[in-house]
């Protein structure tokens, strides 16, 4: 087996519907596992400034490898992306002409707004992410000294921003396309995979639903309990 002989499978693969369906139930399922993790370190800041420094800390101490992490989740956001706009794009050029009502094929429809919008809420959160990462990554650097190791005050600088309400309802709104996209991601990605049925898909739709919700109160917490001054 060359690289030579694999380079055209993977164009194949790549180019054909089922692979840009594969594609993003892929990516799609990463980018979800990495928003979960994402939640439940904004969440120790609920605990204390002292633990949410301390954690983003360690993470900072990762070095390169925080690096190559970072610069893979970057990639894979521009690449689900990417190949999520593609397959929308062929789907209204193989039908340019759209119906007037949204009809189910014999079985309980799928379509729903966050279905309709996923291109529109996807596009969203990648702008968001740029200025996400300006103002939290790289923004002010405040310091502070925990158990005498000098470290970054990432958590005062949370609270400075979310003490803004611009901010902190404009982050929450964002939070909220996110939950609205996840809600029909997470099926459709497991979907994509070719891992459900007509007897397991109901359930697994039920539940990314309610994960999405979950996702939705885990990061709405934060900016409006500091914003309302609860923490």
């Avoid at 690289?3 to 790549?14: A, C, E, G, R």
């Avoid at 369906?21 to 979960?36: M, N, P």
């Avoid at 279905?115 to 702008?127: A, D, F, K, N």
Wanted: proline share 3%; aromatic share 10%; glycine share 8%.
């Amino acid at each position: 087996m060359t690289i030579s002989s694999d380079l055209p499978k993977l164009v194949n693969f790549y180019t054909s519907p089922i692979g840009k369906k594969i594609i993003t139930g892929i990516t799609g399922l990463g980018l979800s596992l990495f928003v979960l993790v994402h939640m439940a370190g904004n969440l120790t800041l609920l605990a204390s400034s002292k633990a949410y420094n301390q954690l983003a800390h360690l993470i900072e101490s990762l070095g390169i490898l925080l690096y190559i992490v970072e610069f893979a989740l970057l990639a894979l956001v521009i690449f689900h992306l990417v190949v999520g706009i593609t397959i929308r794009l062929n789907s209204q050029q193989a039908r340019p002409i759209g119906y007037s009502e949204l009809k189910s094929a014999g079985e309980p429809s799928k379509q729903s707004l966050s279905s309709r919008t996923m291109m529109i809420t996807g596009s969203i959160l990648l702008v968001f992410l740029v200025l996400h990462l300006s103002t939290f990554k790289f923004g002010v650097y405040y310091s502070t000294v925990i158990n005498g190791v000098e470290m970054r005050d990432l958590a005062s600088l949370v609270r400075e921003k979310f003490h803004d309400p611009i901010y902190a309802f404009g982050y929450s709104a964002v939070m909220i396309m996110l939950a609205v996209h996840l809600r029909h991601g997470i099926w459709s990605a497991w979907q994509s995979i070719g891992v459900l049925n007509s007897k397991i898909s109901p359930t697994v739709y039920a539940i990314a639903l309610i994960l999405a919700i979950l996702m939705a109160i885990g990061f709405l917490i934060l900016p409006l309990a500091i914003y309302f001054g609860v923490i």
